[in-house]
């Protein structure tokens, strides 16, 4: 067990960033630079990225970094507020990185007054350490053990040394391995490392480093200091009465994510075959209804929905049982369902299920995963529809094989080398699961996000327009963009949206309640741009162009079913999506 | 026998451009545009590709064009300026890209009027063909029976159906699987299929075209027409002249390009056991001294010294014979030397002779894959100095295994996949023979060069320097830029240099004679900066910025042995390079 240099007059009421240098073995607390007060999540991550990173670094060398920071509003157990954003350079993308996470970590985080963890330069004697992390301070223990193990079997041995009430940041053997589609995991609040941060193999930088387990104890730490209580609460109760009442939430509490299988199914655009065809022929036993029902029919272990923070009254998640109601893997979500179902023509929820237990454990985005299975079964490495074969292809990457790693690496790498042309994906990092030739204003999020391809910095489905129509996509996905950038600075999630629009003004009144701000109304869209202008630029001077902000050329071409839709949203409206 | 139209009253007397779409199965001849009437080789690449490639384009998919351009000298057997330019999008780097070869392939096109050869679009059932060209035009021929077959046998058995007066230019396995590191070769004067248009995965790209090989028929045609014959003939003779006499050429006609094998170790910057080191302990028997003597002492088949070109007076290529006098491979270059020996560790130079050959048969380049081989070997994939295993994993290419398609995918991928961030490469390609940590201005060339890291596009290790001093690095390798564009644009070999610089004025008397132009004396570098310009412009619309024109970033940070040195030409001097 190493310590590291520990401040022992830490006084974690005053948040503070945390510091750790792996190269030196040393610690360091400071007060949060005036520039960085008024951010947190994602506008932080980007903001630290233009300031510390250098942008033509190598990701997975000793120059990149990584910082948790939990978003603005976390610590309070705010419905839906407590997530917490990663960040670093992509090994994936090569560019800016935010992922955020639901799960306890941001939440422990903040109340041991830690406004960031940054975590620099890498070990020389390379040996594999846990980061424990307690009111005391921050040390290094030994995590050999560790190695090898999938995130279920690690997290268990994590709570049985450091006690039942810890958050946990952690990666599975994807990360060990340094594969550009790893992820970091996090706790749920039943303890399971369901949360994954999974985009863009912020995994791999966490592997890089060495670092296999990030461990926060919850034991000693207190909830954020809040300068108007009264206000605060009253501001929150509007806010949660709103969320609990608004109609477009409802949806995800009885189905989940998987809502939205028949909903992109019916607009022709749920990838399908490697994003082949918009609409899949066994769409229904796919679907959010037939989950719901196969859970309720089971019984068991299996929740129809349950709640992934504590807190949160959307309750999205669930858990999947088999055929004895014994769990085969929490969540299920419908990005998993689009890639590694219809993407890869399988049918079979429980096969589903399945491979998205075996991927979380090793510690893989399943988009990415399921994105570059796609392209391996275009290429002839499997029939779609063959979940035993794919199964078979996560064991090598769970093996280490080149095959294994070629599909660790993502789904543009993969059709590099396997001499494939479709491969659905923008700077690097795979579509999720919404067509962007049917859905046209998340196809501009793809392509003009700094993040690469992501529904999360930018859905636009439940726009009531036409989504094949090109025109106006732009505007559309350029406010939803700023909306969601705002939301990850804030550590809310995405669903959020509907609870703060019919409640307006009640995230200007948390901010200010909490940090004695005077921030006005718009304060969402600022922090939304700021951060937006901010990985923009880091990404430019990594070496992004206007030519990334583009689909692959072969939507632009290749017609989409049923719709017989390309990519037509003209190049002028894409190169204006950061005109605001 | 698929015949395509042919222009009946086709006159080869007068150049023009010809034209192949493989979807439409039609030919067409065009008279040359004005804007391209005064380019020819990787300047008429350039424009081709500014004018009329889409920057943004699939390079391995119906976009993307091939084109095969002379340089504007072609034609007249002049010494070492019969070079052959290929051209399109490279799968590798996603940019321009140039690269040509000697041979006959240039000479064969001019006697048939063929200013430019363009391969449009994509064969819709996807048959593999030969394109036969002869003065009645063009045609596609099946090729199945050749399919599968390397570029030996491939060569053999087309000489052999077409007769032994024809140039050819073909892929071997490597293209018909669209690896990213597959060549053209062409036939050399003695009909071996010796000279590869290696970098960038030009082979892939005529690979996704289906074409097997380019035959042109040499038996009728005529040399180009010649305005001043007498002036001509004068300037010629002159140039050919200062070439016979310029001391650096010497060099090259006793001991090839292996002479520079003693001179890079001297520098401390022999790419050593993957840009590890710079120099070998194993130097002497890589040497080119070594080599003229074994060849000498094998006799046989084996030549020490021979031309590639009709006429040419350097004569540095060469043919290794094995201890019975039969030819392993002719020629070992200095390049496959540093990248698949000492980059490799490997001393013996029989073994380097055999795995050139395999690579050749299988129409790689050998620079890549030995720099691929190199990153995976730091991987653990391979042990350094193991001859037999590097052999084992080009046969995994040759089953196009995914490990094998992976390392035929180059190093950079290789690097991605494996997990190794010591990748020496540009813009996605491989560094060659002169590590830019200790020849730091052939290191502003590879940073810089729209072509990717490139020896050929700059070399600067034998200006009398300190190589060490990043000062003036910049300046100088700007200055070789801009000639070696000059000369790749008149179809002039990288060692003609000396010759022109000694005779100066006759690459103006030559291109004045024989086209009736009045251009000045600085044609060189005005064609070279004009080819610059357009390779710049289409990367800049390709999506590449000024941090692409960096070295990789651990160049900047690891010394090297033993200078312990790393490289520091200022980033202001590397974004100077394109202000003239």
């Known amino acids: 067990m190493e310590k590291l240099m520990t401040e022992t007059s830490l006084n974690i009421g005053i948040p503070k960033i945390w510091r750790v240098n792996l190269k030196n073995k040393s610690v360091s607390y400071e007060n949060i630079p005036k520039s960085w007060e008024r951010l947190g999540g994602r506008g932080l991550v980007a903001k630290f990225l233009v300031d510390e990173v250098v942008p033509t670094c190598e990701p997975l060398g000793p120059m990149n970094k990584l910082i948790l920071a939990p978003g603005l509003l976390v610590g309070h157990m705010i419905s839906s507020c407590d997530r917490i954003s990663f960040g670093g350079k992509s090994p994936l993308t090569g560019g800016v990185k935010e992922a955020n996470a639901g799960g306890t970590t941001g939440l422990y985080m903040t109340h041991l007054g830690i406004k960031a ?6 070990s020389i004697n390379n040996d594999w350490s846990v980061l424990f992390i307690d009111s005391n301070g921050i040390k290094l223990d030994p995590a050999e053990e560790l190695i090898g193990l999938g995130v279920y079997d690690c997290s268990k041995k994590l709570l049985d040394k450091y006690g039942s009430k810890i958050a946990v940041a952690l990666i599975g053997r994807s990360g060990e391995f340094q594969l550009s589609s790893a992820g970091i995991q996090n706790l749920d609040k039943e303890n399971i490392p369901s949360r994954i941060a999974a985009r863009g193999g912020l995994g791999a930088v966490m592997g890089s480093k060495k670092i296999k387990a990030i461990v926060i104890d919850g034991r000693i730490g207190q909830k954020p200091s809040i300068a108007h209580p009264e206000e605060f609460r009253q501001a929150q109760k509007i806010f949660t009465k709103a969320l609990m009442e608004a109609p477009q939430t409802a949806v995800y509490r009885d189905y989940g994510t998987a809502a939205m299988s028949r909903m992109a199914n019916g607009f022709g655009g749920l990838p399908t075959n490697n994003f082949s065809q918009g609409q899949f022929n066994n769409i229904e036993t796919i679907s959010g209804e037939y989950m719901r029902n196969t859970i309720l029919e089971r019984g068991g272990e299996g929740e129809p929905t349950h709640a992934c923070m504590p807190g949160c009254t959307i309750r999205c998640s669930n858990n999947y049982p088999d055929r004895n109601g014994n769990s085969i893997v929490s969540p299920i979500e419908y990005e998993t369902i689009g890639l590694m179902g219809s993407n890869l023509g399988i049918s079979d929820l429980d096969t589903v299920a399945k491979i998205n237990y075996i991927v979380n454990d090793l510690g893989l985005d399943s988009i990415e995963i399921g994105a570059a299975l796609g392209v391996a079964a275009k290429a002839g490495i499997m029939d779609f529809g063959d979940g035993n074969r794919a199964m078979q292809l996560i064991d090598e990457i769970r093996s280490n094989t080149p095959l294994g790693r070629l599909l660790g690496s993502g789904a543009t790498i993969t059709g590099k080398v396997l001499g494939v042309e479709q491969v659905p994906a923008v700077k690097g990092q795979a579509m999720s699961a919404y067509e962007p030739r049917a859905i046209k204003g998340t196809g501009v999020t ?41 939301y990850d600075t804030l550590g809310a999630c995405i669903f959020t949206g509907p609870g703060f629009t019919s409640a307006p003004g009640t995230i200007r009144d948390m901010l200010n309640a909490r940090y004695d701000w005077n921030v006005s109304n718009d304060i969402l869209q600022e922090l939304g741009r700021t951060s937006l202008k901010w990985e923009h630029e880091f990404n430019l001077k990594a070496g992004f162009s206007k030519a990334d902000d583009r689909l692959p050329e072969w939507m632009t071409r290749v017609p989409l079913s049923p719709n017989n839709s390309v990519f037509d949203v003209s190049e002028e409206d894409l190169d204006g999506v950061y005109n605001w």
Do not use: C
């Open 117 to 122: 963890l940054i975590i620099e330069d890498q």
């Open 446 to 486: 793809y392509a003009t996000s700094p993040q690469g391809a992501d529904h999360t910095s930018g859905l636009t489905i439940r726009a009531k327009i036409n989504h094949l129509d090109p025109k106006g996509q732009a505007d559309l996905s350029r406010t939803v963009q700023i909306n969601m950038a705002g």
